[in-house]
């Protein structure tokens, strides 16, 4: 219905403009054959009659050719029975109206007011304009201000009902004997996470990697087989190097010769005989968010597997980079996270999830990132240790309530992870679940009153005051969360011929800087 009526407005606006130029053109050739038929013998009036009615035919057809187009999205339609595929006729309303504009109005000033008009057939609201007066104009700014704080409140309120409404888990006593047995290989590798991070051990990817997803097997993973099948795709990265000739020294090449592992298909000879292939890595389509299976995040899984998808493979990426003395970062996007790397004066992104190269402007189109986003720095920015470290805990925390919930040891995390990195996205969601859950306790205890009444118990008051304390700090961070359905139509629009080009363009570029960069 919102289609037809969008239509139907175009309709009468192309059909008037399309007869005042008819006009013209019917004038102007009449006049053409007056001219030719009477040469010199006109008279005066004649002249006069010519001027009029072509300039004024002309001021005409100016105001509405280059009228500023109208945006059709988002409008409300007016006076449409929802039983009829057509707009009823409204007798009241002209599809078309003449300016009408006090003296000393400028072309400007009709202009605007025939936007106006149109605007508001298409059922858009007039804009509110501010006064001229200076004071006047302060107190109108003040007032939508105050207007838009009330509706973003009623807003974040009717969130806030829907979550404390829901079931939500409870928060345990990691003190407890059974509790505090079950977890002591997560209490084991959170310590061991602090001691790289204080400098009491050297810091390695690899090793972390393996310790937190060793915590959550219980563990039971084989440390030798994660690393013999790292080990092996080592070795055929140097094998590449040495084939490729790319110097120690060349980042650029080095993280040229880790991309072919996620983007072909590597061969391995001994002695002119096939050794071994190295199939390029692939996306896993499969719970890709591990909802069902937390272990599916795995770089351990990857390996064998060789899917995985945009939390394994970045790491496992960096994990080579470490490996071979590269360059290279880890970064984040809205429920995403990529690797950036340099030849030392341009940054490039590096999408392992299908190998390819991306340009910012794709990273920007998810439409969840925005310029607070980009000035707080909790996207598109390269991870320094600290920022590796922050994931690395949340990654941790996020096997850890997966498995055993929420308590106050992972309370503890969280507050280590935040002192270690306070821009973490990652860390301040896990504080406001926190509270969120404490607010819900505390509204237990007092016989869950609405939330209109929560002042009047202090306890609950002060955990709801926090939490939405917390929820305000987030949303000035630039964090938008993006719905599962748009993270992936944003993964699968680097396959459109655009972003084909793009890539490709990139991926030349790469490969001639990185065979001369040595």
Request: glycine letters at 4%; a positive charge.
């Amino acid at each position: 219905m919102v289609t037809d009526i969008v239509n139907k407005m175009r309709y009468l606006v192309k059909r008037q403009v399309h007869g005042f130029r008819q006009n013209h053109d019917r004038l102007t050739t009449k006049w053409t054959e007056i001219i030719e038929r009477q040469r010199f013998n006109f008279c005066p009036t004649h002249i006069f009659l010519f001027f009029f009615f072509t300039l004024g035919i002309n001021d005409i057809q100016g105001q509405t050719t280059y009228r500023k187009s109208v945006s059709f999205s988002g409008f409300t339609p007016i006076n449409v029975d929802p039983n009829q595929t057509v707009p009823q006729s409204n007798n009241n309303i002209q599809y078309y109206q003449h300016p009408s504009m006090p003296m000393g109005a400028t072309s400007q000033d009709i202009i605007n007011q025939i936007n106006q008009q149109a605007m508001q057939r298409m059922g858009y609201p007039p804009p509110v304009v501010p006064p001229s007066d200076p004071t006047l104009r302060h107190q109108f700014i003040m007032q939508q201000a105050q207007l838009f704080n009330q509706t973003k409140q009623q807003i974040q309120i009717a969130e806030i009902k829907a979550l404390l409404n829901e079931d939500l888990p409870t928060i345990h006593d990691a003190e407890e004997v059974q509790r505090f047995q079950n977890i002591k290989y997560y209490r084991q590798a959170f310590s061991e996470l602090l001691e790289m991070q204080n400098g009491k051990r050297p810091f390695s990817l690899k090793e972390a990697v393996f310790i937190i997803e060793n915590a959550y097997t219980d563990n039971t993973l084989d440390k030798s087989d994660y690393l013999k099948r790292i080990k092996i795709k080592v070795d055929a990265l140097k094998m590449l190097m040495k084939k490729e000739k790319i110097s120690e020294t060349n980042n650029l090449g080095k993280n040229y010769i880790i991309q072919k592992l996620f983007s072909e298909r590597i061969v391995e000879y001994k002695d002119t005989v096939v050794w071994r292939v190295h199939k390029a890595y692939q996306y896993d389509f499969d719970d890709f968010l591990g909802k069902s299976d937390w272990s599916q995040m795995f770089v351990t899984k990857l390996l064998k597997t060789g899917k995985g998808q945009c939390h394994s493979m970045p790491l496992l990426y960096l994990i080579f980079a470490e490996e071979i003395n590269a360059k290279a970062w880890l970064s984040l996007a809205p429920e995403h996270s990529f690797v950036i790397f340099n030849d030392g004066r341009t940054f490039y992104n590096y999408e392992t999830t299908n190998g390819n190269l991306v340009s910012y402007d794709w990273l920007m189109e998810s439409g969840y990132i925005n310029s607070m986003a980009i000035k707080n720095r909790i996207y598109l920015d390269t991870l320094g240790q600290d920022g590796l470290m922050s994931t690395l805990l949340a990654d941790l925390i996020m096997g850890y309530t997966d498995k055993f919930g929420y308590d106050n040891f992972m309370a503890s995390m969280v507050d280590t992870l935040l002192s270690i990195y306070p821009k973490s996205i990652q860390g301040q969601i896990f504080k406001a679940d926190l509270l969120a859950l404490e607010t819900k306790m505390n509204l237990r205890k007092v016989g869950n009153p609405p939330i209109e009444e929560i002042p009047k118990y202090p306890e609950a008051h002060k955990s709801y005051s926090a939490m939405m304390k917390q929820y305000d700090f987030i949303d000035g961070l630039g964090y938008m969360q993006m719905p599962k359905e748009k993270y992936t139509a944003w993964l699968a629009s680097l396959n459109n011929e655009k972003h084909k080009q793009e890539n490709q363009k990139l991926k030349t570029d790469i490969i001639r800087n990185a065979k001369t960069g040595n």
